[in-house]
């Protein structure tokens, strides 16, 4: 080929290139999931749901409660993080058998968890694997424990 002609095809073959590549440096990259987002069930039919930002309340007789900034008299935050298992298990410090039952239950060093906080209450989701999270739901130092399995 001729230098004439390579310069030709460079001139066409590099503007496509570089369009190319800046295109595919500006596609949206999917987000990783979030394994808490969904619905779970406890023993009793009682269902929450998880989304990205608040959590849903949902009774088995259909009855509905959306977690967020008005039914939580304007004190709602919701966010993710990982917390160790003595941070979990010392949620509960008025309730040794609450605290002693969350030791025999989380035995690994640390966990993912959704942390709800509404009006005097808080909620901590603990994932324990795909299928199962632990709820500790406190008011104040008095708090429940409840499993929940995934729907």
């Known amino acids: ?3 004439r002609r390579n310069r030709q095809l460079l001139q066409r073959t590099v503007p496509t290139i570089l369009a190319t590549a800046v295109a595919a440096c500006t596609v949206p990259q999917p987000q990783p999931s979030n394994p808490f987002v969904g619905t779970w069930a406890t023993a009793d039919n009682d269902t929450v749901t998880i989304k990205q930002d608040t ?3 949902n009774q088995p007789d259909g009855q509905t409660t959306p977690l967020d900034s008005k039914t939580c008299n304007g004190a709602f935050s919701f966010g993710y993080a990982v917390w160790n298992r003595d941070a979990l ?3 509960l410090p008025r309730q ?3 605290s ?3 030791s025999e239950l ?3 060093p640390t966990y993912p968890v959704a942390l709800l906080r509404c009006d005097q209450g808080d909620h901590t989701y603990v994932m324990l694997n795909d ?3 632990v709820a500790i739901y406190r008011d104040g130092d008095i708090g429940v424990v409840e499993r929940l399995a995934r729907r």
């Open 100 to 102: 002693k039952n969350l």
């Open 89 to 91: 298990t010392g949620l």
């Open 96 to 98: 040794p058998n609450l």
């Open 1 to 3: 080929m001729s230098r």
């Open 55 to 57: 959590v849903i309340e």
């Open 106 to 108: 989380l035995a690994a």
């Open 131 to 133: 299928r199962e999270l």
